[in-house]
């Protein structure tokens, strides 16, 4: 099936359910950046059950987890940077919610969404071995971005057909870049 045979109701209803689908990991990424004491307890936990897991890895989450304990019996208020990830998460995710309800007009934003997945990979690159993190995490961190564009990329490929339908030119936020629409507009 090719995307002009699509109805204009039908890109939404898919426009919709991508972004749905990412708001949700964003949703989830920041709700459970709150608990890591308890979350990096079960994950100890539940390594030390998987028999076949390296036992580097196994180790790797043990000093996690020890990390965040001790962290926070002694230094209690660096939890709160966390706290801030989990509400940058969640304040992104509502960011979203402009394209949800007009994406056309609200393009930019699922392309400044797609720019930050993309920006995960050098973060992690560059800061993860800084910090000590062995690579395979770094890979983890990496793929955060991978698996985010996805849904990213499917709403904006309904988005532009939605325009083409609609005879509407492509909209250019104030976020967006000649170079990003560019990038974006090449996906169709």
Do not use: K
């Not at 898919?14 to 689908?21: G, P």
């Not at 709160?80 to 960011?95: C, K, N, V």
């Amino acid at each position: 099936m090719t995307t002009h045979a699509i109805s204009p109701a039908h890109h939404m209803r898919r426009i919709r359910v991508w972004l749905a689908v990412f708001l949700a990991g964003l949703v989830v990424s920041g709700l459970t950046a709150f608990p890591l004491e308890t979350e990096t307890a079960w994950l100890a936990d539940l390594a030390h059950r998987a028999s076949w897991l390296p036992s580097d890895v196994v180790a790797w989450i043990d000093r996690t987890r020890e990390g965040v304990a001790v962290t926070n019996a002694h230094y209690p208020f660096l939890a709160y940077g966390t706290d801030w990830l989990a509400f940058a998460h969640l304040m992104i995710a509502a960011a979203f919610w402009g394209p949800l309800r007009d994406p056309v007009r609200n393009v930019w934003v699922v392309q400044w969404g797609l720019i930050a997945c993309a920006a995960l990979v050098p973060l992690a690159l560059v800061c993860g071995p800084v910090r000590g993190i062995p690579v395979y995490w770094s890979l983890i961190d990496m793929s955060f971005g991978f698996f985010g564009a996805i849904p990213l990329l499917f709403a904006l490929r309904h988005i532009r057909a939605l325009e083409r339908a609609a005879g509407a030119p492509a909209q250019q936020g104030p976020a967006t870049s000649p170079a990003a629409n560019r990038l974006t507009e090449s996906i169709n």
